[in-house]
């Protein structure tokens, strides 16, 4: 009786396996003819389109959003630089990412004093960090020569900057002629003198 | 023999058991798995065609000329040639030439070829230094004009030295970076 029980339900057990795994091949085949009609209607080549134009505004937005705008320092070099002070050598690199940008100049100035009053300014001014005159010397027409070495905010040279509601330069100080004395004319300009040979007290 | 029969039974369905039914409710279970990858994958596919279906509505709601911006911003591929041309005609409305061009595309992020997922930008950047002679305030219109063009040019150095020069004229060194979608 046992062994009859055993049988049978082992022969139904198999004839249900058998039937199942029938059912699931037929059932994966459907679904694999499903899949590829779903492949189609998704258009590939739509899709794809889709994803580059994606990337392409992202793209647009992480360009964009850190844009350079060197006419940005410029601006606020013209503003900050003392009349009896000029630039003559230029040289700024900018990192990869914006994030760490360097300026060195050379000049010549009329006096240890302007260079000290130059000094104070940019170190009073946020966009430009780490300031530091140095090489010292005095030159054929009498002019104390120096090198400054400079890193600018990142945020300076940013072009978006120009659509914020402030101004894209720091506002003009009056002389510091509290701390300084401002008796020999040394006064900020608001024309260049980064490169600038004719706006020299000294020629 | 009749009492064999109970035996002899037992003995089929074991045998029956190893043979057919095992082997076939293994791959049963095989199928079972993979019809269910399948039924996500169609599941998948459904969610992936409405994402397709609202992106392609917002695409479509772009004006064209902002798509017609974009492109001018990180363009398909970028015509070396073009550009430069471009940027000595923007450097001609200030009576600058350009000389001494060298353009060369950025490969210094992976010089292995080593490519970190989270660092990977979907645009290529190209870098072009060249040289022009021109007074500072021609060199700050110039470069104002740069800043505002449509294929985005961001200055990565720039440098000049006045020296004895005559009539404010300066030579510069410029090492300028733009874009195109990889």
């Keep these: 009786m046992l062994g009859s029980i055993l049988f049978v339900f082992a022969l139904i057990s198999a004839i249900g396996v058998f039937a199942y795994e029938k059912y699931l091949e037929s059932s994966i085949s459907k679904k694999q003819s499903s899949l590829e009609s779903a492949r189609e209607a998704l258009n590939p080549e739509l899709v794809k389109e889709l994803s580059r134009s994606n990337s392409r505004i992202t793209s647009a937005q992480e360009i964009l959003s850190r844009h350079s705008a060197l006419t940005n320092f410029f601006s606020l070099l013209n503003s900050l630089t003392l009349q009896s002070l000029r630039f003559t050598d230029f040289s700024l690199i900018s990192q990869e990412t914006n994030e760490r940008i360097t300026v060195k100049m050379t000049g010549e100035a009329r006096d240890y004093k302007t260079i000290a009053l130059q000094s104070k300014i940019f170190s009073e001014n946020p966009s430009i960090t780490n300031s ?6 005095v030159n054929e027409d009498g002019n104390v020569t120096f090198v400054l070495e400079a890193q600018l905010a990142p945020q300076l040279i940013l ?25 020999d004319g040394v006064e900020r300009q608001g024309e260049s003198n980064a490169g600038d040979q004719n706006n020299t007290n000294n020629q | 023999m009749r009492s064999l029969m109970p035996l002899l039974l037992i003995v089929l369905s074991i045998g029956l058991f190893y043979t057919f039914i095992s082997p076939h409710y293994e791959n049963v279970q095989m199928l079972s798995t993979q019809a269910n990858q399948y039924e996500d994958a169609l599941k998948k ?3 992936l065609r409405v994402v397709r279906d609202n ?19 990180v363009p398909d591929s970028l015509d070396g040639v073009k550009l430069v041309a471009d940027i000595d005609a923007v450097a001609g409305r200030h009576g600058i030439t350009v000389s001494e061009v060298k353009i060369s595309e950025d490969t210094s992020s992976n010089p292995q070829g080593i490519v970190n997922v989270a660092d990977a930008k979907p645009y290529l950047s190209t870098s072009i230094a060249f040289k022009f002679t021109s007074t500072y305030p021609n060199l700050t219109k110039f470069l104002g004009d740069l800043e505002k063009s449509l294929q985005v040019v961001d200055v990565k150095s720039l440098s000049f030295t006045s020296g004895k020069s005559k009539n404010d004229l300066y030579t510069y060194d410029i090492a300028i970076q733009t874009y195109n979608l990889k």
């Design chain 2, 45 to 47: 596919s459904e969610e």
């Design chain 2, 55 to 73: 992106l392609l509505t917002e695409y479509n709601s772009l004006p064209r000329a902002d798509i017609d911006r974009l492109m001018r911003i």
């Design chain 1, 132 to 137: 530091n005159f140095f090489d010292f010397s």
């Design chain 1, 159 to 183: 072009f978006e900057r120009n659509f914020e509601a402030a101004p894209a330069t720091a506002p003009i100080q009056e002389p510091l002629q509290n701390e300084t004395d401002n008796s």
